[in-house]
């Protein structure tokens, strides 16, 4: 297969499962493409994608910002009352001279996620009024760099284990942090785990096709 340009590289489509390379081809509204090998889907084309991408990622922002500054637990130890949050956790780590596993906290728990679901927002808002082509598809090539990095599920496990451990020795409450936690975390997996980006791109290419070719495409 000869490429002329960088550009042919958007019309191939390589199998996750068995990493076969494909031609895309244009599909229906809801239909879904298999691999020809292993018979394992491909990509999907969706075009209300736009419009549920947009109102997930707006209440994934929401939940995350109730997570991040509201309390996730209040431990009550010897009649002592301490509340946690998240940039407080990550506050001690610089306080107690753990700099370089507070940075990574940090860009793990707080930066990559909010960065992810910004640049979610604005792909699919920039979708939904067919504006920014350009500015979309660098959008979405930096989403495929970050997406690896997004550690709140993580996150969330570690803290039960924490709250395991400590069960024994002080009474613990949840706060409505953690519930908003637990929400975001399942909206992160759903958008970085059930929606590819292959997804979102073919819908880019339609969105910004020519009307005469979207036409026939469709």
């Not at 493409?33 to 549920?52: F, G, P, Q, V």
């Not at 509340?83 to 596993?101: A, H, Y």
């Not at 958008?191 to 073919?202: K, V």
Request: glycine residues 4%; contains cysteine; charged residues 20%.
């Amino acid at each position: 297969m000869k490429i002329e340009n960088e550009d042919a590289l958007d019309n191939l489509v390589i199998c996750p499962q068995c990493h076969t390379l494909h031609q895309e081809i244009p599909i229906e509204d809801g239909a879904k493409a298999c691999c020809s090998e292993c018979k394992s889907i491909m990509y999907r084309y969706d075009s209300r994608l736009a419009e549920h991408g947009l109102a997930l990622s707006i209440a994934a922002l929401v939940f995350f910002a109730v997570a991040n500054f509201f309390p996730l637990v209040k431990i009550e130890l010897l009649g002592n009352e301490q509340f946690i949050t998240i940039p407080k956790t990550v506050m001690s780590l610089f306080e107690n001279g753990f700099f370089i596993v507070g940075m990574i906290c940090a860009f793990l728990i707080f930066i990559f996620p909010l960065m992810i679901f910004v640049i979610y927002l604005l792909i699919f808002a920039l979708l939904k009024l067919r504006k920014g082509e350009q500015f979309s598809k660098e959008l979405l090539i930096l989403l495929s760099r970050l997406k690896p990095w997004s550690m709140s599920d993580i996150f969330l496990i570690s803290i039960l284990v924490a709250l395991v451990k400590l069960i024994g020795y002080a009474q613990i409450h949840m706060g409505i942090a953690f519930w908003a936690l637990i929400v975001f975390v399942l909206l992160d997996i759903y958008l970085t785990r059930s929606i590819h980006i292959s997804e979102i791109w073919m819908l880019r290419k339609r969105v910004f096709l020519p009307k005469a070719k979207r036409e026939n495409a469709v």
